[in-house]
């Protein structure tokens, strides 16, 4: 319980355990005292709350009305209200029908506060912007300034659009060329190893607030919906937009030479992370820039310098997935803690123990596979722990900041191949 907190406390079958165990340890007390100081832990430990009341069982009815009961609902209610303010989630915002903005909020944003953030990245007054989620069914719902963006479930009202208060799409980044040139323009003149670090500690910030009992969750209940593992499927989000935004940045820069330089820029950015400790960010880039809407443009690989192409593929080098990722896992082995673990490859791993193994062999537990999972979740602890005590964060510029916190992503495969197409067309 001290380990898991509150991913126990909301497990039914656990809340009468405790309560049963509380009851036969008081009981017991009345015959051995010694285990005074194990009611005193339980207490501590499961939260309990005096209450004056007499149990009728209780060997103690005729000396004590006092009975502790355990308050898990109350408290845990208690708990869960208070970690889901002070959650953060990352939010989808549209700004045309293939792209969005990526942000991190606090899961009780309100309408209005989403909306000035983005328009503020966007460069577009806030008074011209209107927030409307569109619902599954079909339907438009235009959020007030008010308006909570999500729900109690930390999921969003619906798939959320920035639209001109006519209701016409912001802007069209396929087709309006001074805003790619100014978006171009903006990235070139970031500082490498600034947007490494702010990725980092963006990613950092998640990762550190990870339990890993999350991974456990998220392997042995995929299909049930759980505020547990918010932290990691934020993480695996992130890392699946941070590869689509390095595809976007490449794909929406219209002339050759700064693209040219925009993967230079990558590849220096990849390092960095890599440096950092940030494999999640790493394996991201690289699977960016390898993606075959980047990597079919020929004519602007052929511009790299050699020297680029050379860090490029010794970066490459580590993604290699033969012999199970060895060249990764060894890489990764030598770094010091704190660091960020590749996740997909991570749930992969615990996935192939938890479904290669049966967890019953003739009605008896199979600890074989219990110990191989709780080896992956104390690999996550390890990767947390900062003997430093500094962590793996680092200070960041706040221009930086401002546009790796609201990463402009293309989520469509075909309109990327499209853009792709359109730069260097099919001999």
Same mark, same amino acid.
């Given at each position: ?12 079958? $656990? ?43 209780? @060997?103690?009815? %005729? ?41 991190? $909020?606090?899961?009780? =944003? ?6 000035? /953030?983005?328009?503020?990245? #966007? ?13 599954? @069914? ?31 799409? =912001?802007? %069209? @980044? ?5 805003? #790619? ?16 670090? /702010?990725?980092? %500690? ?27 593992? #918010? ?6 989000? *992130? ?6 935004? $390095? #595809? ?26 890599? /440096?950092?400790?940030?494999?999640? %960010? ?13 990597? *079919? ?43 960020? @673990? ?59 900041? /401002? ?25």
């Amino acid at each position: 319980m001290s380990l898991c907190k509150d991913f126990l406390r909301e497990e039914e079958h $656990v809340k009468v355990f405790l309560k049963s165990l509380y009851r036969y340890v008081f009981d017991d007390l009345y015959e051995h005292p010694a285990l005074e100081k194990d009611v005193t832990e339980l207490q501590k430990l499961y939260q309990l709350r005096r209450r004056h009341t007499l149990d009728h069982d209780s @060997p103690h009815r %005729n000396s004590r009305a006092l009975f502790h009961q355990l308050s898990l609902k109350e408290n845990g209610l208690r708990s869960r209200s208070t970690q889901r303010e002070n959650k953060e989630v990352l939010c989808r915002v549209y700004v045309t029908m293939d792209s969005y903005l990526s942000a991190k $909020v606090r899961s009780e =944003v309100m309408a209005q506060e989403l909306l000035q /953030a983005v328009a503020e990245r #966007m460069d577009v007054p806030a008074s011209e912007l209107i927030l409307v989620a569109i619902t599954y @069914p079909g339907g438009r719902l235009l959020l007030q300034p008010q308006d909570k963006v999500f729900s109690n479930s930390l999921r969003p009202v619906g798939r959320l659009h920035i639209c001109r208060k006519d209701l016409g799409e =912001v802007m %069209n @980044p396929f087709t309006d060329n001074s805003e #790619m040139q100014q978006r171009t323009a903006r990235m070139l003149n970031l500082n490498t190893w600034d947007v490494a670090v /702010a990725l980092t %500690n963006f990613d950092w910030t998640i990762f550190n607030s990870m339990h890993e009992q999350e991974l456990v969750y998220f392997t042995f209940n995929r299909h049930v919906c759980s505020s547990h593992t #918010m932290p990691l499927e934020l993480l695996l989000q *992130r890392c699946n937009e941070v590869q689509l935004w $390095v #595809m976007t940045e490449v794909l929406l820069c219209p002339t050759l030479c700064k693209r040219v330089q925009l993967i230079k820029k990558f590849i220096k950015i990849a390092a960095h992370c890599k /440096a950092q400790r940030n494999l999640n %960010n790493f394996f991201a880039i690289i699977m960016g820039l390898n993606a075959a809407a980047v990597s *079919r443009l020929s004519q602007t690989w052929e511009k790299v310098s050699g020297k680029f192409k050379k860090v490029f593929s010794e970066l490459e080098t580590i993604t290699d997935p033969s012999l199970n990722h060895k060249a990764y896992r060894d890489s990764f082995k030598k770094m010091k803690s704190p660091k960020i @673990p590749f996740l997909p490859l991570l749930l992969k791993d615990i996935t192939f123990i938890h479904e290669g193994n049966k967890t019953f062999h003739d009605n008896l537990v199979n600890f074989e596979k219990l110990h191989m999972i709780a080896d992956m979740a104390r690999f996550v602890r390890e990767c947390q722990q900062d003997h430093v005590g500094n962590g793996i964060a680092q200070k960041s510029s706040s221009e930086v900041r /401002a546009y790796t916190d609201y990463l402009h992503v293309i989520d469509n495969q075909q309109t990327l191949f499209e853009l792709s197409h359109r730069l260097e067309p099919r001999a």
